[in-house]
């Protein structure tokens, strides 16, 4: 123990130290035994002269506590760690860069098609039809227009009579059942 | 960042050895709070082990809004309330305040706590510990009041002193070198009669 290791620990009793020198007196503390009985026997001058001591008497709790202390927890910062993961990188940054670029290529070819494709650009109609006369059963399909239409009147109409049958034997009267009537064709 | 601050990160980081530093730091502030309500000193012992059991396992929440003796002095008061109330004694209804805990001169508030003999042996200190300031140096004698009394920092002595830090610093240690043994031959004469 020198005179300037002692006077780190009277520093260290009025919390003046910093950096390196708070490093070595700590150490000194714990690794020393004439300076850890040098630093009480300053911080126990310090606290009579503030009247935080009513005796003489040299009271060491760290040695009343070890025993205790022993046997609680040692802290970590894992709890922060554990926040801080959800936002770090597994994968290195060029690559996730790379991955995102591509993604976001992809997206924009996509939006980009979509809006050059002209509108209503649905198989037309006549195409259709014959699609329909070469096969037997009928076949329903979307117009210009957003209505559905049965290609054949003989198929429509046998519709038309089993919805309406439909609506008036159902039992349950009541918009809905008006509603389905009326939003097939204005004519029912 | 205060060194109280920095050892309480350390503890919160996994250093147990950084709670021992402020044990040592506190442990005679904390046990006599206690005594002020306890009055026994033993029993005030155990109630400051128990109150800095108390205090590491609350550390983890500790976020410096306060400074850390202010905090300690909070559970220290608590625990010994707590205590008197297990043992269906009655608190004093005398409290000081925590934020009277960081003051200096907070101790007068207790006073009325302290036994006769324990006045005396106080008194006793006090004037061991004037006489030893009235024999140093003058300029000695003004840094360890500055800092003791006033409540100076190193750096604000440095300028009312118009000296280096260093070299208040190393006047604050040969103060408080030269009192620590003047209270050590009072000490040896106590045991010698």
């Known amino acids: 123990m020198t005179a300037n290791h002692n006077e780190l620990l009277s520093a260290l009793v009025d919390g003046e130290l910093q950096g390196k020198e708070l490093e070595l007196a700590l150490n000194l503390i714990h690794t020393n035994d004439d300076a850890r009985s040098q630093w009480q026997r300053f911080q126990r001058t310090s606290d009579i002269m503030h009247g935080h001591s009513l005796s003489l008497d040299n009271i060491d709790l760290t040695t009343l506590l070890s025993q205790r202390l022993s046997q609680e927890p040692i802290y970590s910062s894992a709890s922060d760690d554990k926040t801080a993961k959800i936002f770090t990188f597994t994968k290195p940054i060029w690559k996730q860069a790379a991955s995102l670029a591509v993604a976001a290529s992809i997206g924009a070819l996509a939006v980009v098609g979509v809006m050059n494709k002209p509108e209503n650009q649905l198989i037309p109609i006549t195409t259709q039809v014959a699609a329909v006369e070469t096969t037997a059963a009928p076949i329903i399909t979307a117009q210009n227009s957003k209505r559905w239409t049965v290609s054949e009147q003989d198929v429509e109409h046998r519709l038309d009579t089993y919805l309406v049958d439909h609506n008036e034997y159902t039992g349950a009267s009541g918009v809905f059942s008006y509603a389905r009537v009326v939003s097939y064709d204005e004519g029912q | ?193």
């Open chain 2, 1 to 193: 960042m205060s060194v109280d601050l920095e050892l309480v990160q350390r503890v919160q980081a996994g250093d147990k050895k950084a709670f021992d530093v402020l044990i040592m730091k506190y442990q005679q502030r904390i046990v006599h709070v206690i005594t002020g309500f306890v009055h026994d000193p033993v029993e005030a012992l155990d109630v400051a082990q128990e109150a800095f059991i108390k205090a590491y396992r609350a550390i983890p929440n500790f976020r410096g809004d306060s400074a850390f003796y202010t905090w300690l002095y909070r559970i220290a008061i608590n625990t010994a309330k707590n205590h008197l109330t297990a043992r269906s004694r009655r608190p004093p209804a005398v409290d000081v305040d925590a934020m009277d805990a960081t003051n200096y001169y907070d101790a007068a508030e207790l006073k009325e706590f302290e036994t006769p003999e324990s006045s005396l042996a106080t008194d006793e200190l006090q004037m061991v510990i004037h006489q030893a300031i009235e024999s140093l140096p003058e300029d000695t004698a003004t840094a360890i009041k500055l800092r003791e009394l006033d409540g100076m920092s190193y750096e604000e002595i440095a300028q009312v002193m118009d000296c280096p830090i260093g070299t208040v610093r190393s006047r604050i240690f040969r103060a408080r070198e030269s009192i620590e043994q003047q209270i050590q031959e009072t000490m040896n004469e106590g045991e010698q009669q």
